[in-house]
């Protein structure tokens, strides 16, 4: 193994850390629902979202389509794991209109997903091929998991009481890692997706910053706290009059 490789190595194993933190930064919120034995007005969008792209990315790092991709691989699967608890927790406690949503958005997801690997697999026969159709999911896929939360705080409220501060360093720090990954061994598609994702998380901590200490603190002040806990979701609550952010 050479030095580049070695240091491939260790890099992708600080990623799948930072990227595990990533994934379990929801924990709180799903706590707060099993709790209160309601989703409130909280959205499985986010999480639908994550499964996708794990999905992709899990496929994209199989050696059939990208060799050599191992820690691609063992995040990910984490990642998709970790994600669809989320979704069975959201599931048993949501209304039916919310059910309906979760199972109906995981059924599209599944059928895409396996028309794609369908087709890569019997239609495309070199990795670089293969690479290159799947990598394309992959990046569109990421940036929208990293980019979602950014658009709404900023179009939406104008505020970070909804967007969680480690949340917006872990992203940061992941596309960051990942990038860094990337780059020791060219992967075009990494580079792109986390990239961007390094991007928009440098993008959340500045706004953080910027608008902290306008952010409006009240009485409710304690009670909206508990909202801002380290997730993904985006509670539908925005639409309400009360100025609010979201997380990322």
């Known amino acids: 193994m050479t030095g580049a490789d070695t240091a491939r190595?260790?890099?992708?194993?600080?990623g799948n850390v930072i990227s595990f933190a990533l994934f379990a930064s929801p924990s709180p919120t799903f706590w707060r629902i099993w709790k209160k034995r309601s989703v409130e007005e909280f959205s499985p969008d986010p999480y639908l979202a994550t499964v996708m792209n794990c999905m992709f990315w899990i496929f994209y790092g199989l050696p059939v389509v990208h060799p050599n991709s191992?820690?691609?691989?063992?995040i990910n699967s984490i990642g998709l794991a970790v994600e669809l608890i989320y979704l069975t927790i959201y599931f048993v406690f949501a209304p039916n209109k919310g059910r309906l949503?979760?199972?109906?958005?995981?059924?599209?997801?599944?059928?895409?997903?396996?028309?794609?690997?369908?087709?890569?697999?019997?239609?495309?026969?070199?990795h670089a091929?293969?690479?290159?159709?799947?990598?394309?999911?992959?990046?569109?896929?990421?940036?929208?998991?990293?980019?979602?939360?950014?658009?709404?705080?900023?179009?939406?409220?104008?505020?970070?009481?909804?967007?969680?501060?480690?949340?917006?360093?872990?992203?940061?720090?992941?596309?960051?890692?990942?990038?860094?990954?990337?780059?020791?061994?060219?992967?075009?598609?990494?580079?792109?997706?986390?990239?961007?994702?390094?991007?928009?998380?440098?993008?959340?901590?500045?706004?953080?910053?910027c608008y902290y200490k306008s952010t409006p603190k009240d009485k409710e002040g304690k009670e909206k706290g508990k909202s801002s806990e380290v997730e993904l979701a985006s509670p539908k609550r925005l639409n309400k009059p009360t100025p609010q952010a979201t997380a990322a």
């Not at 190595?9 to 600080?14: E, F, H, K």
């Open 70 to 74: 191992t820690l691609v691989v063992t």
């Open 9 to 14: 190595t260790v890099i992708g194993i600080i």
């Open 101 to 126: 949503k979760v199972i109906g958005v995981l059924c599209l997801e599944l059928a895409f997903m396996a028309a794609v690997v369908v087709v890569t697999l019997t239609k495309l026969h070199t």
């Open 129 to 209: 091929s293969r690479s290159n159709l799947v990598g394309i999911f992959c990046v569109v896929f990421g940036v929208l998991m990293y980019a979602s939360p950014l658009t709404v705080m900023v179009i939406t409220t104008k505020s970070v009481e909804f967007m969680p501060f480690y949340l917006s360093l872990t992203n940061f720090l992941n596309g960051l890692i990942w990038l860094t990954y990337a780059l020791i061994q060219f992967d075009l598609y990494i580079t792109i997706g986390n990239g961007l994702g390094a991007v928009s998380g440098a993008i959340q901590l500045i706004l953080y910053a």
